[in-house]
């Protein structure tokens, strides 16, 4: 019940506001850039909320922009622009800091969480918050988990069985066991920025991609693919970055408030990201009638398809810790 309140809130809130706000002479600012769509998406909504709350709470002091869409900067380049100041905040997928540390993989290992709620209470755990820290060493800093939801696979051909998706070439994230997944599958693999997927996917460069249903959804996937396969097959979600030395430059009472804000804002809109999936796989529902849903005995196959990924990861990510995480399947 709640949760649908929320929802409702969340949802009315779709309609095109204040994306930027004029900043005053004197205050600092803060810009965070995201790649994917600013309203109706998960991770849009909940930075638009933050801004709002900062320039509210700490207008005078505190000035926070919020661009979308890959506006300001795309994949390639926004962790390099983070750590030159260029930018304070950003929201990257877990899959994209694989540059800097092993420590997400975890979040990749497909039919390891059962859903996103899983997630959200393993990330709340005291395990999932000592991740927080794995950033530190490069100069950045792991301010808390965003979430989106898990991801559902498609292609330019319908996906019911792992076998449908042999021989087809699949846009991934920067990830080695996403790659390994999709390897699994006998299916090649394309690592492109997210601002790239859709073209790439109308041109026929790749085939398939997997994502959440607010990505597929807001970036029109959906319409250059026969059908989505409701796979739920791993989770995309967010870590919230900033550079050291920005954090550490704030006044104790601006940067006191600031987290109390994104801890709020953090919490609040982590609920809201479920209801929006939702809403966004009705919307592609509407508009397409084409999702194909899978029997037991269909993502029993899937499941048994990827198992090769657990083998081939499960040291490295620690068997400790894939059964820690496990715990939080209900
Ligand atoms: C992707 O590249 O598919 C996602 O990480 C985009 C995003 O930020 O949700």
Redesign the pocket.
């Known amino acids: 019940k709640t949760l649908s309140i929320l929802a409702g809130m969340a949802l009315a809130m779709a309609v095109p506001t204040v994306t930027m706000a004029q900043c005053d002479p004197g205050e600092i600012v803060a810009k965070m850039s995201?790649?994917?769509a600013l309203q109706g998406h998960p991770?849009g909504e909940t930075a638009l909320a933050l801004a709002e709350r900062v320039n509210s709470k700490l207008d005078g002091k505190m000035c926070m922009e919020v661009y979308g869409n890959s506006e300001l900067f795309t994949?390639a380049d926004e962790m390099q622009a983070l750590l030159d100041n260029e930018v304070q905040l950003l929201a990257?997928?877990l899959?994209?800091f694989e540059p800097y540390t092993s420590a997400f993989r975890i979040f990749d290992l497909p039919f390891l969480f059962d859903g996103a709620i899983a997630v959200l209470d393993y990330q709340n755990s005291v395990a999932g918050q000592e991740l927080l820290g794995a950033l530190d060493p490069s100069g950045l800093k792991g301010l808390g988990f965003w979430m989106?939801g898990m991801k559902q696979l498609s292609a330019t051909r319908p996906l019911r069985l792992p076998k449908d998706a042999e021989g087809l070439t699949f846009r991934i994230?920067p990830s080695d066991v996403i790659e390994a997944q999709f390897g699994a599958l006998g299916a090649e693999t394309k690592r492109l920025a997210?601002s790239k997927?859709y073209d790439a996917l109308a041109s026929g460069e790749v085939q398939g991609q997997e994502?959440t249903w607010s990505?597929i959804h807001t970036k029109k996937f959906y319409t250059v693919q026969d059908g989505v396969t409701e796979s739920n097959h791993a989770y995309?979600g967010?870590l919230v970055v900033t550079n050291q030395e920005f954090m550490e430059s704030l006044p104790e009472d601006v940067r006191n408030e600031f987290l109390l804000l994104f801890e709020l804002t953090t919490h609040e809109y982590n609920r809201f990201a479920y209801e929006i999936n939702e809403q966004r796989a009705r919307d592609v529902w509407d508009e397409t009638k084409n999702i194909i849903s899978l029997t037991p005995e269909e993502l029993g196959e899937w499941r048994e398809a990827f198992q090769p990924v657990w083998e081939q990861f499960a040291d490295d990510i620690g068997r400790d810790r894939i059964m820690l995480a496990q715990s939080f399947n209900a």
Do not use: E, M
Request: proline share 6%.
């Open positions: 995201v790649v994917t991770k994949d990257p997928s899959s994209k989106n994230q997210f997927v994502n990505n995309l967010y």
